[in-house]
């Protein structure tokens, strides 16, 4: 029997380099990232089931009544969640699921998949977080100050994570995450079916 793979969450401030290292770990034949359902339109160049699956309204809000998500929310009018089935799908295929999602679709998750593993990926310093949102190019100094200011409302949650990788090198930070979740595979509680199985020797 294959063993079952690991439900991983990666959260972390902007900045802390979720994205490249989430690339990173789905590279690896053993990982795969969750897909995530959406009531928004395709944009140009997005596919059905490899993007996003791509929901209208009253289905998704069918998802949400039948218990069928880990964690949703609702941004712009739109819809965002993990479907139940697709992840628990990857699991039984052994392979280790990749959520990115922040700290509060992380808490939802934990609640229905209680042995799903959180690291919370943070930048070596303030400073070097502040240095990666203004080497982007892409937002004005009040934009870079509100999410300096929610980066560090976000480290108020960091005790409730399982394990804190620091991000200061992308290979380093892959191989210390990898290294977190192979030691997961051998925590006893996901081993239990073991003492019936030497039992049954006898």
């Known amino acids: 029997m294959k063993e079952k793979g690991i439900l991983l969450i990666i959260s972390g401030p902007s ?3 979720k994205g490249t290292v989430v690339g990173e770990l789905s590279k690896d034949v053993n990982y795969a990232l969750s897909i ?3 009531t928004r339109k395709p944009r140009p160049n997005e596919e059905n089931g490899i993007h996003y699956f791509f929901k209208e309204k009253e289905e998704f809000k069918s998802m949400i009544e039948n218990n069928q ?3 949703y929310a609702c941004f712009c009018d739109n819809y965002y969640g993990t479907p139940r089935d697709y992840v628990e799908g990857k699991l039984n295929e052994g392979l280790n699921v990749i959520l990115e ?3 509060q679709g992380t808490f939802q998750v934990k609640e229905k998949y209680p042995e799903a ?4 990926l943070v930048p070596p310093n303030i400073k070097e977080l502040k240095s990666r949102l203004v080497g982007r190019g892409t937002e004005d100094v009040e934009t870079i100050n509100k999410r300096i200011k929610r980066a560090l409302e976000e480290m108020e949650f960091l005790p409730k994570y399982d394990y804190v990788v620091i991000n200061d ?3 380093f930070a892959v191989t210390k995450i990898m290294a977190v979740v192979e030691a ?3 925590k006893s509680f996901r081993h239990l079916s073991l003492m ?4 049954g020797e006898i």
Not at 117 to 120: A, K, P, S
Not at 196 to 199: I, S, V
């Open 15 to 17: 900045g802390s380099g």
């Open 36 to 38: 995530s359902a959406t």
């Open 69 to 71: 998500l880990l964690e």
């Open 101 to 103: 999602i922040e700290v």
């Open 117 to 120: 593993v959180l690291v919370f």
């Open 169 to 171: 090198e992308v290979d």
């Open 184 to 186: 997961e595979k051998m």
């Open 196 to 199: 019936e199985t030497f039992k």
